[in-house]
């Protein structure tokens, strides 16, 4: 069986291609967004084996913890080239493939790795005869805790503790291979430990543009779960300053907001976020994206005028300020 493995959910682009007789694997450094990297990256690896993506068998991504954008670039990159190419798709925590580094002999593991502020993520792992298998959520701690934590988790029990910092893309190929052997194949989903942290973010940017949907907490975990959502951010410096939200059933998409930390406007974030949602609307199929604003909002119109959209449509005093909804789309390419 073939396998593609990539990783999009840190600061570089990793990808591994197993074509059953050698493991080949290429890191980018990322420069850009990796959703723009990816397709090039892809096929040097591909070509470099005489390969093209449809003579993949299955094609793997890592599920996280990560970058909140990342993770969902490289799960959405997975489940459509999966569903045009009939083709087989897996995610991979980094969690379980650092488990999977572990001897044969040690039967229980704690898996270790960093995050992204000073933390660390851990899981306890059971080997069974198809390999480590989690027996309990993922956690993480803070570095004076994490010793503790981990005791902790393994319930008394003799256990290995292993802290990979190393992790790559070839390191989910092994339990990727195992998966899809035994037909374990679950949902595409993120791993996100760490969601209250990330969505009390998300609400506090939020509550400074009125004119915007305000969400609740639970509207946002909802968000996160789903599979046709695309909840993406602009995080620096391990501070979360731009979100933007959409769904999508091709060949239509639907952005239901943007918005932008007033200490980081006029610096191009908006658009940012907004090419992003774009570009994996159209990976999966969308070749049409709308939204509807409020007429009085005369800073988001500017922004969704400069990024293609046009006015198709107005529903009068449809806010509650009295003022009119624009309906705006645009094509995607």
């Not at 430990?193 to 969400?215: F, G, N, R």
């Not at 975990?221 to 059933?249: C, H, K, M, N």
């Amino acid at each position: 069986m073939r396998l593609l493995a990539f990783d999009t959910t840190g600061d570089r682009l990793s990808l591994a291609l197993d074509d059953g007789k050698k493991v080949r694997r290429r890191l980018e450094r990322v420069g850009r967004d990796q959703d723009e990297m990816f397709p090039g990256a892809a096929d040097r690896l591909l070509k470099s084996a005489g390969l093209e993506l449809s003579d993949i068998d299955a094609f793997v991504a890592a599920s996280g913890p990560g970058r909140f954008t990342g993770i969902r670039v490289g799960l959405t990159y997975a489940t459509v080239l999966a569903k045009t190419l009939g083709k087989k798709a897996a995610g991979v925590s980094w969690l379980e493939a650092c488990a999977w580094k572990a001897p044969a002999s040690a039967r229980l593991v704690v898996a270790v790795v960093p995050g992204w502020k000073g933390e660390s993520f851990f899981q306890v792992f059971r080997r069974g005869e198809d390999g480590p298998r989690p027996i309990q959520p993922p956690g993480w701690a803070a570095p004076e805790r994490l010793a503790q934590a981990v005791r902790e988790s393994a319930g008394g029990e003799e256990a290995l503790v292993l802290e990979d910092k190393t992790l790559s893309a070839v390191d989910l190929l092994a339990p990727a291979r195992a998966r899809l052997a035994s037909g374990r194949l679950e949902e595409l989903a993120p791993l996100y430990i760490k969601p209250k942290e990330d969505i009390d973010a998300l609400l506090a940017i939020q509550a400074l543009w009125p004119s915007l949907p305000q969400w609740t907490r639970k509207h946002f975990e909802e968000e996160l779960a789903a599979p046709r959502s695309q909840l993406i951010v602009f995080d620096e410096g391990g501070r979360l300053w731009a979100y933007g939200s959409a769904r999508w059933t091709a060949p239509e998409a639907e952005v239901f907001a943007v918005a932008v930390h007033p200490g980081r406007l006029r610096r191009g974030l908006g658009r940012k976020v907004l090419a992003r949602l774009h570009a994996l609307a159209a990976l999966a199929g969308c070749a049409v994206c709308g939204l509807e604003v409020s007429a009085a909002n005369h800073a988001a119109i500017a922004l969704y005028s400069s990024a293609g959209y046009r006015v198709v449509g107005r529903r009068p005093k449809y806010y509650n300020d009295g003022s009119d909804a624009l309906l705006m789309s645009r094509r995607l390419p």
